[in-house]
């Protein structure tokens, strides 16, 4: 299989990013690439999908990332797992002496281990500049999930219709679910026995870098984890205070001890984000030094420095999302052409580790077994956005009334950076808004 052919099969499947922002997997191909990493890391805490899956289909995961390998013309995969992942490491040891060019690379379990700046460094020690592209330093990354939806697009003709989504926290019977794409999330607690508090708040994506969900919204190609938490919880609370009051409580007590910088991970790579020096200038209204302000494109919006590394509680992750947004709606852009700093030669005793995260962040409790049950399960109505990944959204190729099988592709690609959506149940057309395409379950 050469590149092209790849490409070909990745987009009309509508493989894109199981995770993140969803960025489509066919534009990542390159022949410059020499490397390419397989992403195993789990990224945010509590999450189980990626080593499950892992540990369930080695040989077809292996077997897939070996053919991307191959056809981009890489001298080597490298999977980044985490070393606790005792039982999904020996599936994969089982397997991986078929295939030479792959070779396994062990993490620790700090947080933002699964950020892929933090990953390649660690797997091969190349530093990508601020606001650079993994290609640039000759790599390509991808995620367990995203490897086994190509193998189903390669193998069984299957597009990408559907979702492995963990459930924890205040769920009966915390686990991870396939579910079609646009299940509603409030399906996914119900299958998980139900929320075990009266007023649950739902957090999409994990504890450090999810948002708020509400019961309709619906399942995505990107949609990892569902948290149900108390709704008077740390954490909720922290995301529901106002911003003004967060750049009021910085101006007051900011002490400049610079944690928030020290512990950043970005900044032990050379980039020049440091959050102490911005929390200064925005509590103090002082725009003197504007690369304090230019310099936020660089965080990663991990939200190590605000959930773990200040001392007094602050928000420096908040306010710098905020000016950041501020920027680009004033039509501001990174500054370009950034070359990282050397690597701090303190960053290995700087790691966050992710159970002492956990802790802090009074989630412990919640860290247990989430079984996989790989069987999509059945519901009767999807809602299916046609922006699932970054770029051009999908057009609606179908109407309301139209019949439609699972696997049907009901939007076609847009303009340039953009990939198919496809029906995740089979049923009738009942709705085509802005929000998506409704499709229910025809009873027979």
């Not at 078929?98 to 390649?120: K, S």
Request: glycine residues 10%; hydrophobic residues 40%.
């Amino acid at each position: 299989m050469d590149i092209r052919e790849l490409s070909g099969i990745m987009r009309e499947n509508g493989v894109v990013g199981a995770g993140g922002a969803g960025f489509p997997s066919y534009a990542k191909l390159n022949a410059e690439a020499d490397t390419i990493l397989l992403n195993c890391a789990e990224c945010e805490p509590l999450l189980k999908l990626h080593r499950q899956l892992f540990g369930a289909y080695p040989e077809e995961i292996l077997e897939t990332f070996s053919q991307i390998v191959q056809a981009v013309g890489a001298k080597e995969g490298v999977i980044g797992i985490k070393s606790e992942y005792r039982e999904t490491i020996r599936a994969v040891r089982t397997h991986i002496d078929r295939f030479p060019e792959l070779r396994i690379h062990e993490l620790p379990g700090v947080y933002p281990m699964g950020d892929e700046v933090v990953l390649i460094y660690e797997c091969t020690g190349r530093r990508i500049r601020p606001g650079g592209l993994p290609i640039e330093q000759g790599v390509i990354v991808y995620n367990v999930e995203t490897v086994f939806n190509v193998w189903r697009g390669m193998r069984k003709a299957t597009p990408v219709v559907d979702k492995l989504v963990t459930i924890v926290g205040e769920v009966k019977k915390p686990v991870t679910l396939r579910v079609p794409l646009g299940t509603p999330l409030s399906e996914l607690v119900e299958r998980a026995g139900g929320a075990l508090v009266k007023r649950p708040a739902f957090l999409v994506g994990g504890p450090m870098m999810g948002r708020f969900g509400s019961p309709s919204d619906p399942v995505t190609k990107t949609t990892n984890a569902l948290l149900v938490l108390p709704e008077e919880h740390y954490l909720i609370q922290r995301m529901k205070a106002p911003v003004s009051i967060d750049l009021k409580r910085a101006a007051s007590i900011c002490c400049q001890c610079r944690m928030c910088t020290d512990l950043c991970p970005r900044h032990a790579l050379g980039h020049p984000i440091e959050p102490h020096l911005f929390m200064r200038s925005a509590a103090n209204q002082d725009y003197q030094q504007a690369e304090v302000f230019l310099n936020t494109f660089f965080c990663c919006s991990c939200g190590l420095c605000e959930l773990y590394s200040c001392p007094q509680g602050l928000a420096p992750r908040t306010l710098i999302t905020e000016y950041k947004n501020r920027l680009r709606a004033k039509g501001v852009k990174a500054p370009q052409g950034v070359q990282p700093g050397p690597a701090d030669s303190a960053r290995e005793y700087r790691k966050a580790p992710e159970k002492r995260l956990e802790a802090r962040l009074g989630l412990s409790r919640y860290d247990v077994p989430a079984p996989l049950e790989d069987e999509t399960i059945r519901v009767k109505k999807v809602l299916i956005p046609m922006a699932q990944h970054i770029g051009a959204p999908a057009k609606p190729c179908v109407a309301a009334g139209d019949t439609v099988l699972r696997g049907q592709r009901i939007g076609e690609p847009g303009q340039g950076l953009s990939v198919p959506v496809h029906a995740s149940i089979s049923g009738r057309v009942a709705e085509v808004t802005e929000r998506g395409i409704v499709i229910t379950e025809e009873v027979r």
